[in-house]
């Protein structure tokens, strides 16, 4: 009888652990792999709500924990945070991976790809082929790619892509996004409990704004003070804000949040919601707002609004429902209304973004992968 594989899965934050979710689970319940699980990055501060914990609540076992030690978002301290990640690579050796798993594009993913590629350890890859020209992550997702051995996309033009950079079609498989099945997965709440649960108990009607440093510009400090100028012509509506990521420039970002959220009873700042928070917020909300990829993966999905600020997304393909606009405050209020007054008749074509039995063929293919 052969062996079960280790198949071993990184995780750094909220966001990907939310994409990685149905595949983990169906990764546990294979009976030809052994599912290994390291958390990282984000997952391990504490300014970030030690979101490792969401994986504890989903009773998966975490296997090893490999700390940055980043303490704080000045480019020196990222580079030692990823220098720290390296000097532990031994301890992901000792996992034994037959395979590793990495989504994405973070800057606290990008050392193991190293890792795995100096080790001789096979590296399956999510989410490559993108383009977000706004910040650092395009090149490191084109470094991971690169780095990486077996490949599913999103969408078939994200295969392209990755054939221009050179690597054999073969290897690349669009099964479409786990994001989108983890939506299909969650509970739907409804939106006065949803309300009661962020202490909106008086308010009907919000948006969410989700707003991450430019990592490729140093603008964060001009984006974040047109957002606000912005959302004080709309008060009439809620305003829950989510936790920005660890990029550069992210603590202006955070620190101008919460000075207008302490300043403005009808807000509320959110550091870390979870995959069913998360999601039904998204669900419920009049217009998405700001520059996260959720605004242009998961909200057409869910009919919901969104604008989108910046260059940080530039280069996605995006949905009919999607105004995109510079970080100018009179752009993004003229889109925000023009919204609200339209979205009995917004056009939800063209969703770019696509789920069908994704977890499935993608386990399929990796059994298949290791025991080749």
Avoid: W
């Avoid at 939310?18 to 984000?42: C, D, F, Q, W």
């Amino acid at each position: 009888m052969k062996r079960k594989k280790n198949v071993c899965v990184i995780t750094s934050s909220r966001a990907d652990y939310s994409h990685l979710y149905p595949l983990m689970a169906k990764l546990r319940e294979s009976k030809k792999i052994n599912l290994k699980i390291v958390v990282t990055g984000m997952h391990l501060l504490k300014e970030y709500g030690y979101t490792y914990k969401y994986l504890e609540k989903d009773k998966f076992k975490i296997n090893l924990r490999i700390p940055s030690k980043q303490t704080s978002t000045e480019p020196s301290n990222i580079l030692n945070g990823i220098s720290s990640q390296i000097k532990q690579n031994i301890k992901l050796i000792k996992l034994n991976p037959d395979a590793v798993i990495l989504l994405g594009d973070r800057y606290d993913i990008y050392p193991f790809s190293l890792i795995c590629y100096f080790n001789r350890i096979p590296v399956i890859h999510l989410h490559g082929g993108e383009t977000t020209r706004g910040a650092i992550d395009d090149q490191i997702r084109d470094s991971i790619s690169l780095f990486s051995n077996l490949h599913f996309v999103a969408h078939r033009t994200f295969a392209e892509k990755l054939s221009r950079l050179g690597i054999n079609k073969d290897n690349i498989y669009n099964y479409g996004t786990l994001g989108l099945e983890t939506i299909k997965e969650t509970k739907k709440i409804k939106k006065s409990d949803i309300l009661t649960q962020v202490g909106f108990n008086n308010s009907s009607n919000y948006f969410l704004v989700c707003v991450h440093p430019e990592t490729a510009f140093a603008k964060s400090k001009s984006i974040i003070n047109c957002v606000l100028n912005s959302l004080k012509e709309f008060k009439d509506y809620g305003i829950i804000f989510t936790g920005v990521n660890s990029d550069t420039e992210s603590s202006i970002i955070k620190k101008s949040i919460l000075r207008f959220v302490e300043k403005n009873k009808r807000c509320r700042y959110i550091e870390s919601a979870g995959r069913e928070l998360y999601v039904n917020l998204l669900r419920h909300a009049s217009v998405l707002i700001g520059n996260s990829s959720s605004g242009i993966i998961e909200a057409p999905y869910l009919k919901t609004p969104s604008v989108n600020i910046g260059d940080r997304q530039d280069g996605r393909p995006l949905a009919s429902s999607i105004i995109s606009v510079n970080a100018v405050k009179h752009e993004i209020t003229k889109a925000v209304k023009r919204i609200l007054l339209d979205t009995p008749t917004l056009n939800y074509g063209n969703v770019y973004y696509d789920t069908n039995k994704t977890s499935d063929k993608m386990i399929k293919k990796i059994e298949e992968f290791i025991n080749n």
